[in-house]
Nanobody, 124 residues
Framework: QVQLVESGGGLVQAGGSLRLSCAASGRTFSSHAMAWFRQAPGKEREFVSAINWGGGTTYYADSVKGRFTISKDNAKNSVSLQMSGLKPEDTAVYYC?????????????????WGQGTQVTVSS
């Protein structure tokens, strides 16, 4: 079992920055691929970014490439998402996810463990 708790969401103006963190507990965190997804009101949950267990390989949705950076700290059992150049369309609940994967997936069903989510609101 892996338990995930997100933090760092909030309200920010367009063009601003936020850093989301996901604290993981439970066993074998270091062997899991980690990802961030988001879900805006009335929309399906969508992929944002993923990172492999070693932290050396990352994957981003085209919509956030160049603006968001994902990182992983196995020693601290955490994964972070640094978001800059935020846009109103980035407004959503952001979820941290973990899965026993040996590849990076943008599919919701690939990840077995999910956090409760943290709200990010970007005002124009």
């Amino acid at each position: 079992q892996v338990q995930l708790v997100e933090s760092g969401g909030g309200l920010v103006q367009a063009g601003g920055s936020l850093r989301l963190s996901c604290a993981a507990s439970g066993r074998t965190f270091s062997s899991h691929a980690m990802a961030w997804f988001r879900q805006a009101p009335g929309k399906e949950r969508e992929f944002v970014s993923a990172i492999n267990w070693g932290g050396g390989t990352t994957y981003y949705a085209d919509s956030v490439k160049g603006r968001f950076t994902i990182s992983k700290d196995n020693a601290k059992n955490s994964v972070s998402l640094q978001m800059s150049g935020l846009k109103p369309e980035d407004t959503a609940v952001y979820y941290c996810a973990a899965g026993s994967l040996n590849y990076l997936s943008d599919y919701v069903g690939s990840y077995a463990y999910w956090g409760q989510g943290t709200q990010v609101t970007v005002s124009s």
